[in-house]
């Protein structure tokens, strides 16, 4: 099974800033989509950002590109998520998730695709105002 192991979340102030990390095991996919979706109470899943493991191309939500930037080391199936500039909107348990099967498929397609696949326990993010 695949498996997670998260961390970054917290409570900070508007305008700050937290680093999400998040290590994946237990698949064989060739090809893969990780990053992570979130949700706030009440509302729908939406998708924040995802790497392809491919050819490393990235995407990102509008509502958070330009203040939002996931690296990833490869090798080591891990992936990070350096939030900046948070709004207190950007407030929502984080889910990391990965997709497999990938090939053929944007990055900005394969983040919609996140719910689809696997994902972790979460981890809270808060942002007060």
């Known amino acids: 099974e695949v498996q997670f192991v998260e961390s970054g979340g917290g409570l900070v102030q508007a305008g700050g800033s937290l680093r999400l990390s998040c290590s994946a095991s237990?698949?064989?996919?060739?090809?893969?989509?990780i990053g992570w979706f979130r949700q706030a109470p009440g509302k729908e899943r939406e998708g924040v950002s995802c790497?392809?493991?491919?050819?490393?191309?990235?995407a990102y939500a509008d509502s958070v590109r330009g203040r939002f930037t996931i690296s990833s080391d490869t090798a080591a199936n891990t992936v990070f998520l350096h939030m900046d500039a948070l709004k207190p909107e950007d407030t929502a348990f984080y889910y990391c998730?990965?997709?497999?099967?990938?090939?053929?498929?944007?990055?900005?397609?394969?983040?919609?695709?996140?719910?689809?696949?696997?994902w972790g326990q979460g981890t809270q993010v808060t942002v007060s105002s």
């Open positions: 790497i392809l493991s491919s050819d490393g191309t990235i």
């Open positions: 998730a990965l997709v497999g099967d990938t090939v053929g498929i944007t990055a900005a397609q394969a983040m919609l695709l996140l719910r689809l696949g696997y």
């Open positions: 237990g698949f064989t996919f060739q090809d893969y989509a």
